[in-house]
Each structure stands twice: as structure tokens, then as C-alpha cells.
């Protein structure tokens, strides 16, 4: 017969082995370019290094802020001790075209409760020009309030984000909102429906402005000299799309919005 203390000894050792194998969280990321993760099959069939890159999605970097030490400062948020960031975000997209083609659909398939969603369009929403993709004020809140809603039916947590500063318009030396409404409307909805929210908009205009017109347009984004990357041989400019250093600072303003919030039952 087993001693108390061996019996003992296996409880915790048991408990210990089922805390280590709790499920991980999960974190699905909706939106547009700004977001999206080119690599992997973004392109398949494609060479992302000799086809896209130095261009990258803040969402391409988010994985690596979800370790164990960062997790530690969302514990309102996540209570595993791991994290998978599936991002289903694509380019082009506004809330309208991620939902008619499906995309939404098959992220409310795989979601379960407790599940963090981080929702940020508007880029193509405003795009009034490109009517392929084209929503308006009262269309891009509806499709906001429907994925808040059916992520809620599911058990999960959704996030909406102001849409990322691009990097223009600058006046008298302060980077000031180019998104027009649809800022103040996703603010909206976010109040309306008592939405954990993250100004990354505001949160990104105030962090490149101290970083500087000259720093960010260099650094940041997509503006690429001739001759430097397979992909771009005759260069680029492009104020709205990140290069890695852009990419991964923005990541940081998201990640540091999620130790901000208030979890909504």
C-alpha cells in the first residue's frame, strides 16, 4: 500500500502536468494590410523575401510579444500560460469585403470561449474611390457591431482598434488623423456596445511624431530607395505600409493598449 506521502507527491505532480498542458489562449487578429502577415501562404506558391518583403503587418510580429514574461502583464485578459495569434487579417479588405468573402465566417467557426479578437479596419473602408471595397459611416459600424456581437455569442472577447496612423498628413511639424470619420466611429461603436477599445490611431499619430517625419518616413514605412530589396528594385514610397522596425513598433502600441483595458463580461 502507498504511503500519504507518495499519494501527495503524485497529486501535485498531477496537477502540475495539468496546469502545464492547459489549453493555449487564443488570439484571432481581423483587418486589412496594416495587420496582415505576409509570409507563411499569404502568397502561395510565392517567395516572401523575393516577392513582398521588407513589407510586414504589425499582426506578422504579434506572436512574439505573447511569451510567457509578457503575458504576465495582460493577466485580466489572457490566464493561460501561452498564447497562439491566428491572423486572418488581408489586404485590401474593409469590414464589408472581410465578411462577404467569408473570412469573418470562418473565424466565428473556430472560436471559443474566452477567445480575444482584435478587429482594426477602416483603411479600405474609406476608400471611396475603390467602391469594390467602399463602406460608409453607418455600414462600417454595422459590420463592427455584428462581429462584436457574434464573437460575444461565442463566449469570446472582442477588441476594436482605431485604425493605424499612415504617415501624412503632417502639419506644422504634428502628424494629425487622416482617417476622418471613421476614427470617431469606431470609438463609437466601442462606446455604444461597451467594448474594450484601443486607440492605436491616437497611440500611433503621438509615437511617430516623437519619433519624427524624417525617422518614421525612413524607417517605418514602405519609402525604399532603388536597388536595395529584390522585391521593390526600383524602390517604392508608401506612407501607410510598415517596413520590420514600423511593424514591431506598432506591435508594441497594441500590446501595450491590451495591458490597459478592462476585460468586458
Known sequence: ?????????????????????????????????TMADYSGDYDPGKDYMKTRYPLMGWGQVFQQFMVSDSLDKIPRLIESDSVIVDNR???????????????????????????????????????????????????????????????????????????????YPWEDSLLKNVH???????????????????????RSMDHFFR?????????????????KYEAYPEGQEDNTHFQPAGAKAVAQLVFDGMKEVELKE
Open 180 to 202: 476622418g470619420e471613421y476614427y470617431q466611429a469606431a470609438k463609437d461603436v466601442a462606446k455604444e456596445m461597451d467594448v474594450m477599445l484601443i486607440d492605436l490611431n491616437q
Open 89 to 167: 487579417a488581408r489586404g485590401g479588405r474593409s469590414t464589408r469585403t472581410f465578411f462577404q468573402e467569408g473570412r469573418w465566417r470562418s473565424v466565428f467557426k473556430d472560436l471559443k470561449e474566452d477567445d480575444l479578437v482584435l478587429i482594426q479596419f477602416g483603411h479600405n473602408d474609406a476608400s471611396e474611390s475603390k467602391t469594390e471595397r467602399y463602406v460608409n459611416i453607418q455600414g462600417y459600424k454595422e459590420f463592427l457591431r455584428l462581429f462584436v456581437s457574434q464573437a460575444r455569442q461565442k463566449g469570446a472577447h472582442p477588441i476594436i482598434l482605431t485604425p493605424v496612423a499612415r504617415n
Open 1 to 33: 500500500m502507498r504511503s500519504i506521502t507518495a499519494l501527495l507527491l503524485i497529486i501535485i505532480l498531477g496537477s502540475v502536468d495539468f496546469i502545464s498542458k492547459k489549453e493555449p489562449g487564443m488570439i484571432y487578429l481581423i483587418g486589412d494590410s
Open 211 to 227: 519619433k519624427g517625419k524624417e525617422y518614421v518616413s525612413s524607417n517605418y514605412f514602405m519609402n525604399l530607395p532603388a536597388g
